[in-house]
């Protein structure tokens, strides 16, 4: 079994559509585990692992793993790093005293 994992690129903006490719030449085919920085986080039959929002805490390490009824293949690895997390800042008023608060956020309203 060879596993390969494709990705558009390593970097992406964040709130933008993302996908994680994975394949595995077997026989017979095999199901998808996706890992994110070491958890176990679906299974796919397609292979895909797709975001229709990027964010920041979906930066880090994706491996996955084909599996099928003779066991787990070899594992492919990539890491994702997300790009563009925005500030956001807040106004308001306190009896009359006006604050600001300063918030990261991952995309503008």
Same mark, same amino acid.
């Given at each position: 079994m060879d596993t390969q994992l494709t990705v558009p690129s390593s970097e992406v903006k964040a709130g933008?559509?993302?996908d994680i490719t994975c394949t595995a030449r077997a026989?017979?085919?095999p199901e998808y585990k996706f890992y994110h920085d070491g958890k176990l986080i679906r299974w796919s039959s397609t292979g895909v692992l797709s975001f229709a929002s990027i964010k920041s805490e979906d930066q880090? *390490?994706?491996r996955c793993v084909p599996n099928n009824k003779l066991g787990d293949g070899p594992e492919a690895?990539?890491?994702? *790093?997300?790009k563009g997390t925005l500030e956001r800042t807040f106004f308001f008023s306190l009896k009359g005293r006006a604050l600001r608060r300063t918030r990261k956020a991952d995309s503008c309203l």
């Open positions: 933008e559509p993302f026989n017979p085919s880090g *390490t994706y690895t990539v890491t994702v *790093t997300v």
